[in-house]
């Protein structure tokens, strides 16, 4: 319990130091017309991946700053929304939610139809790439092997004797908790409210703070802890392919064939490889291994 409340001060504390990234944006303050800003949300790939847009889209000459960090979705997105940020990295099923909260849709090219078709007027998103990184309900080897957990179905009969971790938005987002009880009836005995997909979640499922976690599938930390995934037959986390959000005005041609380059290129595999390189013994910044991967895909 102790590793969990000093995790959590830490991220707290750098929250603070780093300020509010939306500061002086706004309908008031909209971004520059001739520069792209560029956002991510607050986990280490959506970072990655807005690393990768911005120095592809600076190294051909466009004019890029940054706003790195921002917040969960419901924060960021109304940047997108009032012309404060301009791209961002995104994945398809879960955005579509945040848009649509009936959005049946889960397949990947049935996604991707439904979102362009679901966004508001003057955002568009490009092209998807193969990769994709899902929510997932994490458990530990220990867990999964006491109750015989494959699937989420497995793990019905003891979600009200477990504790469910994640970030604070995933109590009420529709493929959050809400979706898990409508699809499978689980509800879990309480919930504890962590991070993004990060060390406080996984620090919390290795000490037994919680039993079950949202976790995202290429995050490096599932293998190296052992932990398991659980199967999600009834698809409450939708297709989530990876893909570039982005005010339609700053769409140039330009612009459009840098990201679906960048997009044509990456696959979940890659994803997980830049996962493990980030995730490192000696951390390298994000836009270090940015650049290393455009470099080495001719980009």
């Avoid at 599932?222 to 986390?237: G, H, Y």
């Avoid at 979940?268 to 836009?287: H, R, S, V």
């Amino acid at each position: 319990m102790k590793r969990i409340a000093t995790a959590v001060a830490a991220v707290m504390l750098l929250s603070a130091c780093g300020g509010d990234p939306l500061s002086g944006g706004g309908a008031d303050n909209p971004a520059p017309t001739d520069t792209i800003v560029v956002g991510s949300g607050n986990f280490p790939e959506s970072r990655l991946l807005a690393e990768i847009y911005a120095e592809a889209l600076s190294a051909k000459g466009v004019k890029v700053s940054k706003k790195l960090n921002i917040g969960n979705r419901e924060l960021y997105f109304k940047g997108v929304q009032d012309g404060s940020i301009d791209l961002i990295p995104e994945y398809t099923g879960v955005l579509l939610k945040h848009v649509n909260k009936t959005a049946p849709e889960v397949g990947s090219e049935e996604v991707y139809a439904a979102l362009k078709k679901a966004l508001p007027q003057g955002l568009i998103v490009l092209d998807k790439s193969a990769a994709e990184d899902k929510d997932a309900v994490v458990v530990t080897k220990q867990t999964a092997s006491q109750y015989s957990l494959k699937s989420i179905d497995d793990l019905v009969p003891y979600c009200k004797d477990m504790v469910f971790g994640g970030p604070p938005e995933f109590q009420t987002r529709p493929d959050g908790l809400p979706g898990l009880k409508e699809k499978y009836n689980c509800e879990f005995k309480s919930f504890k409210a962590l991070d993004v997909g990060g060390p406080v979640t996984v620090a919390g499922l290795k000490d037994g703070t919680v039993q079950a976690a949202d976790l995202f599938t290429t995050d490096t930390a599932i293998t190296t802890n052992e932990f398991v995934a659980l199967e999600d037959p009834k698809s409450v986390f939708a297709a989530q392919n990876v893909l570039p959000l982005i005010n339609e005005k700053k769409a140039s041609e330009q612009v459009r064939g840098i990201l679906n380059a960048i997009s044509k290129k990456l696959d979940t595999k890659t994803l997980l490889d830049l996962n493990a390189k980030l995730a490192a013994p000696e951390k390298p910044e994000p836009d270090k291994v940015a650049k290393e991967w455009l470099a080495s895909v001719g980009l």
